[in-house]
């Protein structure tokens, strides 16, 4: 199991302090961190923590997966590798590339 957890089902009144308080509980949190919209600022729902070792981590998804947080049941797991995003002037969608 990874380090790096990913969390879901967030409330929008989740902040990242919120975030690392709750999962401090279960080992050393290195980072808690909710993904924003860049332009509105406003939560989308998601984060990601990374915890100390592979062991914390495993105990946190274990725990604290299904629990209510906030008044919404979050997802834990492992987070997965970003898969890679094709660039807006590659060519590949909507119209000709750039040169």
């Known amino acids: 199991m990874g380090k790096k957890l990913y969390v879901g089902n967030l409330s929008f009144s989740a ?16 980072s808690a961190t909710i993904i924003t919209d860049r ?6 729902g ?9 062991q914390e981590a495993a105990n946190a998804v ?8 906030e008044g919404r049941p979050l997802t834990v797991s492992e987070a997965r590798p ?3 995003r094709e660039s807006k002037f590659s060519g590949g969608r ?5 040169r």
Do not use: I, Y
């Open 15 to 30: 902040t990242n302090e919120s975030l690392q308080a709750l999962f401090s509980a279960n080992g050393k949190v290195e």
């Open 46 to 54: 998601f984060g990601f923590v990374e915890m100390s070792t592979d």
């Open 94 to 98: 909507g119209g000709p590339g750039r």
């Open 39 to 44: 332009f509105s600022g406003r939560s989308k």
């Open 82 to 84: 970003q898969a890679p």
């Open 62 to 69: 274990s725990k604290l997966n299904g629990t209510d947080f």
